[in-house]
């Protein structure tokens, strides 16, 4: 076995992080409980770079990630590489013009490292839209990854799959390069859309949409905690007409992290008052046929992407806080007091640990907008946990 393969089993593995964010592939690899050592990250916006640094206490190399070399590269001497490059070249809203996308050539720049690198990676893990595996730039991360003697197993996988009442489906690409080898070897260069294979199951069955029935999804969504499980605030009413919205305490479980730590600063009290995650009546008159509108009960909410908070169609769900009788479109939505999910709340359903925070300066949309750019650490941490585990 190469010498840096064999690194792995004692020291820790060295990591590079593409496109850091606010860090979710980190926290990631800090779920999937690897022994681990992130030796560098990059990340062109600073906004993201003050957000990783406040919570991992390292600022990520600032940079266009294009201009790298396989010299700056192989002097990392890493093996493990985490990307998620941007999804605008692939999104089904976006004008797809995949590889021709300007906002793709820093991938198209890394992949073409990789065979000129004298070290190149032992395993990586890429992230993207779901429309991406129809890319002409899959096409050629396959072609790349094929010659230089990685093994791939692909997935589109969504947090519901994985308890957490949130619709958020990706395009996932794990690869390990030879000799090092899945434990599950029957789904190499498959693309699943089951997360059985990380739970150990090696039926072919799961490759492929089949088991992917709507039976089977709400089931699936049946099996989710309730929203409510991921709220910083509630409201009730008690008994008569007055509204309270309180504080709620939820703990760690509902993400999955052992810790229980109370709601600290940084989050939405730095921002005053709860009226400005309140939807305004204009906008429910304009737009209101057009939301996407949950409950604290119910088991699945949307996507919340970079836009969530400056535009209310298709950006996430809204939720309404007061319960109707009758639910949807039959009573007033005006009466339910609809209003957005804090970024707390959405660093909730990403499934972040509790201790994550913003730092004071970055304004609500901000934050936000590198949520929406972010990923679900429930999905991601056991994908690690399978990329990583060695075949028995
Ligand atoms: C899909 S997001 C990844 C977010 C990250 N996984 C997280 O958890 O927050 C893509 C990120 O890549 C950054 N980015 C885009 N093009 C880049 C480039 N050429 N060089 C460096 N960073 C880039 C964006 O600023 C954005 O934060």
Redesign the pocket.
Same mark, same amino acid.
């Given at each position: 076995m190469a010498e840096s393969v064999c690194q792995g089993t004692k020291d820790p593995w060295r990591v590079l992080?593409?496109?850091? #964010?606010?860090?979710?592939?980190?926290?990631s690899l800090m779920k999937a409980g690897v022994n681990y050592n992130v030796v560098e990250a990059?990340?062109?916006?600073d906004k993201?770079n003050d957000v990783?640094q406040h919570n991992f206490g390292h600022r990520p190399c600032? #940079?266009?990630?294009?201009s790298l070399t396989e010299v700056d590269l192989d002097g990392y001497g890493a093996n493990v590489w985490?990307l998620?490059?941007?999804?605008q070249p692939y999104t089904r809203q976006g004008l797809q013009k995949h590889s021709a996308d300007a906002?793709a050539?820093?991938?198209l720049n890394i992949l073409e490292l990789i065979p000129r690198m004298s070290k190149p990676p032992n395993m990586l893990l890429v992230?993207?839209v779901v429309g991406f595996e129809t890319s002409d730039t899959h096409a050629k991360m396959v072609q790349v990854l094929a010659g230089a003697d990685f093994v791939t197993q692909e997935f589109i996988l969504s947090p519901l799959q994985f308890g957490v009442p949130y619709s958020r489906p990706r395009y996932f690409c794990l690869a390990k390069r030879k000799p090092l080898s899945f434990q599950c070897q029957l789904f190499n260069n498959q693309l699943l859309w089951s997360p059985s294979p990380l739970f150990g199951n090696d039926e072919k069955t799961v490759i492929g949409e089949n088991g992917q029935s709507q039976e089977n999804w709400d089931k699936l969504i049946d099996s989710c905690q309730p929203i409510e499980k991921f709220l910083e605030f509630t409201s009730s009413s008690d008994q008569g007409d007055t509204e309270t919205i309180s504080l709620v305490n939820t703990d760690d479980s509902a993400n999955g992290w052992e810790t229980s730590d109370k709601f600290v600063e940084g989050n939405a009290c730095d921002f005053g008052s709860i009226d400005q995650f309140v939807v305004p009546l204009s906008l429910i008159e304009r737009w209101g046929s057009a939301m996407d509108i949950v409950y604290p009960d119910s088991k699945r909410c949307c996507c919340f992407t970079k836009s969530y908070y400056r535009y209310v169609k298709g950006t996430g769900s809204l939720l309404a806080t007061v319960q109707p009788k009758n639910k949807g479109k039959t009573s007033s939505l005006k009466e339910q007091c609809l209003r957005y999910f804090t970024p707390r709340e959405v660093a909730n359903l990403h499934s972040f640990p509790k201790d994550f925070l913003f730092p004071k300066h970055i304004s609500l949309r901000q934050r936000y907008a590198?949520?929406g750019?972010?990923?679900s650490v429930a999905v991601v941490a056991p994908l690690l946990q399978y990329m990583f585990a060695e075949p028995s």
């Open positions: 992080e593409f496109y850091s #964010g606010i860090g979710g592939m980190r926290y990059f990340e062109i916006n993201a990783y600032q #940079g266009n990630i294009q985490l998620s490059p941007p999804c906002r050539f820093s991938f992230e993207n590198m949520l750019n972010s990923l």
